[in-house]
C-alpha cells in the first residue's frame, strides 16, 4: 500500500513572524526521504514547518511539493499533512471523526473516506478506538490518532513537530518505532523537527542542523555527527571534546594541531588556526598506556565524574580537558577516581579539523 511520495524543494525561503526571523532557506528532501531538522529550543524548527505549510506568508521564496510551486496556496490545498506537537486533536469530535476531519474538508466521499478512516485505524492499531473521544486516550494513543488523521489526507508530504517529545519514555520508543515502520510501509516524504540527536539517529536519512533561523549543516548522520561543520553544531551534538588550536606539518604529511601545548595527531587537509573535536567514545582510557594503532596516547589525571546512568563522563585533564564515555563497570575495574593518573588513546582519523 505504499503511495507515491512526493520531494521537496525550498529555495531562497525567508519569512518574518514577530521578532523572529527565517533567512537564506535551501532545502531539497527527496522523494521517500525522512528528514529529521535538528536543532535548540527556539532555533526556528516549527516556524520551518509551517513556513512550508503555509501557515502565514513569506517574505520570499519559493517551495516546490512533488514539483508543484505551492508557495500561493492555502495550507488545504498544499497536500501536506501536519502532525502538531501537542496533538491538536478536535475534544468535540470521536477519533473517527478527528481521523475524517480532513477528508471532509477535501470533500471525499462518505464511502472513500469511511473506508480511509479504517485503513488508517487499522495500520496505527487504535481500531477499538474510532468511537473514543480525545480525552479519554493516553498520550501514545492520542499520537496516533493525530498520525492517522495526518495520513489519511494520502498527503504527498508530512510534517512532524516534536512528535515525541510529550511522552514518557517508554511510550516515545513505542511510537518511535511505529514512525519507522509507518515510514517503511508507507514510504511518504517525511521532515521531522526535534532537538533530540538520538531521536534524529534513530529515524533521519539525513539531517539538516538549526541555529537561529538559518541552516547551518545538512548531510547524513554519521557525517553530522562525526564531522560538525561548526563550533555549534558539535557541541550541539554531543561531541563534548572542542577545542581551537593551530595545525601544523610534522613531516612526511603528518600533521597534528597544538592545543595548550599538547599536539594532537590529525588526519586534514588544513593548516593554521582551526577547531578540532573528538567525541568522547572515541577515546579509550586506561590505567597505563596501551599498544594499539592509536597515534594519540596522552597521560592526565581524572578531575572529574558524572554518573549517567549505565555510563559515566570522566574527564581527564591533560591539558586540556578531555571528556571520554566510560562504563560504569570499566570505572570499577579501572578504579576510575578525582586525581588518578590515566592515558587517554584515540585514532588520528578520530579527530575531526575545521
Not at 38 to 48: D, R, S
Not at 226 to 231: D, L, Q, V
Request: hydrophobic share 45%; net charge negative.
Amino acid at each position: 500500500m505504499k503511495s507515491t511520495p512526493g520531494g521537496l524543494q525550498v529555495v531562497g525561503l525567508a519569512a518574518d513572524i514577530g521578532e523572529f526571523r527565517l533567512r537564506d532557506i535551501d532545502l531539497g528532501v527527496a522523494a521517500g526521504e525522512y528528514f529529521v531538522v535538528l536543532g535548540p529550543t527556539g532555533a526556528g524548527k516549527t516556524v520551518l514547518l509551517e513556513a512550508i505549510a503555509g501557515h502565514f506568508p513569506l517574505r520570499q521564496g519559493a517551495i516546490a511539493v512533488d514539483g508543484e510551486e505551492v508557495a500561493g496556496l492555502p495550507p488545504e490545498y498544499r497536500s501536506i499533512g501536519f502532525v502538531y506537537q501537542d496533538y491538536a486533536l478536535f475534544p468535540h469530535l470521536t477519533v473517527g471523526g478527528n481521523i475524517a476531519f480532513g477528508l471532509k474538508l477535501r470533500k471525499v466521499g462518505a464511502a472513500e473516506a469511511d473506508r480511509r478512516v479504517r485503513q488508517m485505524a487499522g495500520l496505527l492499531g487504535i481500531e477499538d478506538l474510532l468511537e473514543r473521544q480525545p480525552d479519554t486516550l493516553s498520550g501514545g494513543e492520542q499520537q496516533r490518532v493525530a498520525l492517522a488523521r495526518a495520513l489519511a489526507i494520502e498527503p504527498r508530504l508530512l510534517l512532524l513537530d516534536e512528535p515525541l517529545s510529550a511522552l514518557d519514555p517508554e511510550t516515545r520508543e513505542e511510537v518511535r518505532r511505529e514512525l519507522a515502520r509507518l515510514h517503511s510501509e508507507l514510504g511518504t516524504t517525511t521532515i521531522h523537527v526535534t532537538h533530540d540527536f538520538e531521536e534524529a539517529v534513530a529515524l533521519a536519512d539525513r539531517i539538516a542542523v538549526m541555529q537561529d533561523g538559518r541552516l547551518v549543516q545538512v548531510g547524513a548522520p554519521d557525517e553530522v555527527f562525526r564531522k560538525p561543520a561548526s563550533e555549534f553544531v558539535a557541541r550541539f551534538v554531543g561531541v563534548r571534546n572542542v577545542f581551537r588550536g593551530a595545525v601544523c606539518h610534522t613531516g612526511e604529511g603528518e600533521k597534528t594541531i597544538e592545543v595548550d601545548g599538547t599536539s594532537i595527531a590529525a588526519v586534514t587537509d588544513l593548516l593554521g588556526p582551526s577547531h578540532v573535536s573528538i567525541r568522547p567514545e572515541d577515546i579509550v582510557i586506561s590505567t597505563q598506556p596501551i599498544a594499539s594503532s592509536a597515534r594519540n596516547c596522552l597521560g592526565g589525571r581524572v578531575v572529574g565524574l558524572v554518573d549517567a546512568g549505565p555510563v559515566f563522563y570522566v574527564t581527564v585533564s591533560v591539558p586540556p580537558d578531555f571528556v571520554c564515555l566510560v562504563t560504569r563497570a570499566s570505572v570499577g575495574e579501572l578504579g576510575l577516581e578525582e586525581g588518578r593518573r590515566v592515558y587517554l588513546s584515540f585514532k588520528a582519523s578520530a579527530v575531526h579539523v575545521f
